[in-house]
């Protein structure tokens, strides 16, 4: 039996700890000891009522409450985030592992507090601009919001941090007419003026434009549908599909003469543009509104370098908006 900080006994696998909480543990069917904080006793009783049962029950997917951080976001980024779009799991992962893991990686989930996050915070703000400061702190907010929610800790970590942005508003603006004309000026004396032109047209993101491939484009209809986005890895040297940005970036775009025009010449040269060994990829992920495989061949891809035959990477895009 165990007992509370007065010596009174709390009921089997229950203690109370020097800091007032209740250790509540008991060893599953696979051998490992599974143990879990709470601030009352009464908490503590029904949850190990509760894991034991589900433990006779389902022994082989027994829930680990004794995580460590490093161990709980490998199996919250594949379990919790997968619907997200390429980018931004590459974001989570490069700001935990960047800026999280060295502090609290090796730490159980139960142990970490405040200060621990705190520190990470007052560390970044000296060499990182406050943009990706603030991203660490929605990784790290989200990750521990998800395991309060699972019942892995007791209090989350980040409540009783001083973290503080401005958030500025910027106004969104339409370009004027002028600004068009003058733009449309500069993008026709480049080789991408088609693409500029339909980015008018239509407000895609470059990544959307990139990924339009040929069942994209309805010609009966004269519309464009965009449901994946394509990006170029360049420090790993590779092509990567995924979805849209948001769900919301799923979408189908009725066609201005003129952007229709653009898609239907191109249509109809399909058959003679020059086509490089890289378009003979077929890319897969995971389309966040099923939940199954998509495929995106890459020789289907309406764009491509015309002296080349290779997919244009978002880099040439943004290089040559920039000048513009």
Known sequence: MGKDLRGREIGEGIVQRKDGLYSARFTNKSGKRVEKYFDGVADAKKWITISKLEDEKHSDTAIEYNMTVDEWFLYWIKTFKQGLSPNTIRNYRERYYN?????????LLIDVKPMHCQQIFNEMQTEYAISTVYQTYI?????????LMNDLIVKHPLDAVNFKMKKVKVPRRVLTIDEQERFLEFADKNHNAKQFRLLLQTGLRTGELIGLTWD????????????????????????????PKTM????????TEEAFEILYGLYQKRSIRKESMALSQVLTFIDPRTGLD???CM????????????PIKNSTYDTNLYKI
Not at 139 to 147: E, N, Y
Request: net charge positive; hydrophobic share 35%; charged share 30%.
């Open 216 to 243: 994209s484009f309805d010609i009966e209809n004269r519309t464009i549908t965009i449901d994946k986005a394509l990006e170029y890895r360049h420090e790993r040297g590779y092509w990567r599909a995924g979805p």
């Open 248 to 255: 919301a970036g799923f979408r189908t775009i009725p066609l």
């Open 99 to 107: 800026n999280v893991q060295s502090y609290i990686g090796k730490m």
């Open 299 to 310: 020789k289907d891809l309406i764009f491509v370098n015309f002296r080349t035959g290779e």
């Open 294 to 296: 998509r495929e995106v």
């Open 139 to 147: 990784c790290i907010g989200s990750m521990f919001k998800s395991a």
